[in-house]
């Protein structure tokens, strides 16, 4: 496959995140073109080729045998993924997998194992890092804007769910660590380095649910850097992270999700003075779906390199290992 041609992409499940921003986004993708729809259900195949486009099948082996399918997007609950990634790359298809890559480092190692022994991309969709407003503070900070970089604080939460979501099933991979920590946590990582370690978490754990529904914890490098994120979905939305430095402070809201009109703001903190920098609004999905195109046609790297995603996967086992539970 070469540069000027387009990945056929196929949808393997249409999940909710498909539908409200992946999908939407994906239509303006150069380089991509949607060939396939596949669902368990086939009125939901219909309707979603119907909005979209792409031909509508009843099942997902159907899309992985499909000649017109050179990649497939796997947006299926967390704990279905190593099983439907692995067939895919099995089928000599690339792919662009919903975050969270993995429920352990054991899958994430395993799954990243057979896409370089395949020789195809496999791609997670941690859409945030593919933002130009990370790189803008990360610039700026390479540049003294708060002196040296010293204390990373990220928060991600956000209003209860619907009582059927799979995040409040633990046997799909649920719970918020997995789905919203994962958020803050790597932006600590790409503000302060790969060397975080958790020194301390709590987990608040639903008893009806078994999932955490929301969770803290406090991460350090050996130089004595401080990173502290807390998550969960049972409280007001807040989707922020701030980096506090030895000569002033950076703050950037709508951190994460920010929609595609959105016109992001960095605010620079200098003893008593105040800065901000609008920045220009920009589809996060859409540079997401361009960065796995990219990939697969050979003219661009993955933000995120296999050692990256199985740090990221290590990490979080590790504060899930660390973690005091509370039973609310």
Not at 226 to 244: K, P
Request: charged share 25%; with cysteine; glycine share 8%.
């Amino acid at each position: 496959m070469t540069a000027s041609q387009a990945v056929r992409i196929g949808v393997l499940g249409c999940a909710d995140v498909a539908q409200r921003r992946t999908l939407p986004s994906l239509r303006d993708v150069p380089g991509l073109t949607l060939t396939a729809m596949a669902s368990r259900s086939p009125e939901r195949a219909r309707e979603f080729a119907e909005r979209f486009g792409g031909v509508p099948l009843d099942s997902y082996e159907a899309l992985l045998e499909s000649d017109d399918v050179d990649a497939v997007y796997v947006p299926l609950p967390p704990a279905l993924h190593e099983e439907w990634v692995g067939k895919a790359l099995r089928a000599g298809k690339h792919v662009l997998v919903e975050k969270p890559f993995a429920t352990d480092a054991e899958q994430a190692s395993r799954m990243l194992a057979l896409a370089a022994e395949c020789g195809r991309v496999l791609m997670e969709n941690l859409m945030f890092l593919h933002h130009g407003q990370h790189e803008r503070v990360c610039q700026m900070v390479a540049h003294g804007a708060i002196g040296e970089p010293r204390h990373f604080e990220g928060v991600f939460g956000f209003p209860p769910l619907c009582g059927d979501d799979y995040r409040y099933d633990p046997v799909l991979g649920g719970g918020a660590l997995l789905d919203a920590g994962i958020y803050p946590l790597r932006a600590a990582t790409l503000q302060l380095g790969q060397e975080l370690e958790p020194e301390g978490a709590v987990l608040v754990r639903d008893p009806q649910s078994g999932v955490d529904v929301s969770g803290h914890a406090l991460l350090h490098t050996p130089s004595g850097h401080i990173a502290q994120v807390s998550f969960g979905f049972e409280f007001a939305y807040r989707c922020v992270y701030s980096l506090w430095g030895s000569e002033g402070r950076i703050v950037l809201d709508r951190a994460y999700t920010p929609p595609w009109w959105h016109q992001p703001t960095i605010r620079i903190e200098r003893d008593d003075r105040v800065e901000e920098i609008r920045l220009p609004a920009q589809d996060q999905f859409a540079s997401s779906l361009r960065a796995f195109a990219g990939a697969v046609l050979g003219s661009a790297r993955p933000h995120d390199e296999p050692e990256d995603v199985l740090r990221q996967a290590r990490l979080i086992e590790r504060i899930r290992n660390c973690a005091s539970e509370i039973i609310r």
